[in-house]
């Protein structure tokens, strides 16, 4: 099983940024579509970005022009840049990989933005 592990959360103002990253253990980590969720407290988990083998990237409409996802293979990382953050992106923030049979997530980091 492909482990991965988030960092990067935390607590932020409102208009401020953060950089979130999520390695994976895997060596087929080329292969993965990655992506990003998230889960606010009494809401369901929900899609952030996502992004391909081939880098072809989706964003949730809630994000767009503020978010950026990105992968480094060479790292086995994902990346999601956030810009211009707002109170209602607080959330737990999950990574995802996908591939074949393998579906596997991460534990979460936690980000909060204040007003």
């Known amino acids: 099983q492909v482990q991965l592990v988030e960092s990067g959360g935390g607590l932020v103002q409102a208009g401020g940024s953060l950089r979130l990253s999520c390695v994976s253990s895997g060596r087929i980590f080329s292969s993965f579509a990655m992506g990003w969720y998230r889960q606010a407290p009494g809401k369901q988990r929900e899609m952030v970005a996502t992004?391909?083998?081939?880098?072809?990237?989706n964003y949730a409409d809630s994000v767009k022009g503020r978010f950026t996802i990105s992968r480094d293979n060479a790292k086995n990382t994902v990346y999601l840049q956030m810009n211009s953050l707002k109170p209602e992106d607080t959330a737990v923030y999950y990574c995802?990989?996908?591939?074949?049979?393998?579906?596997?997530w991460g534990q979460g980091t936690q980000v909060t933005v204040s007003s």
């Open positions: 995802n990989g996908r591939w074949l049979i393998y579906n596997s």
């Open positions: 992004i391909t083998s081939d880098g072809t990237t």
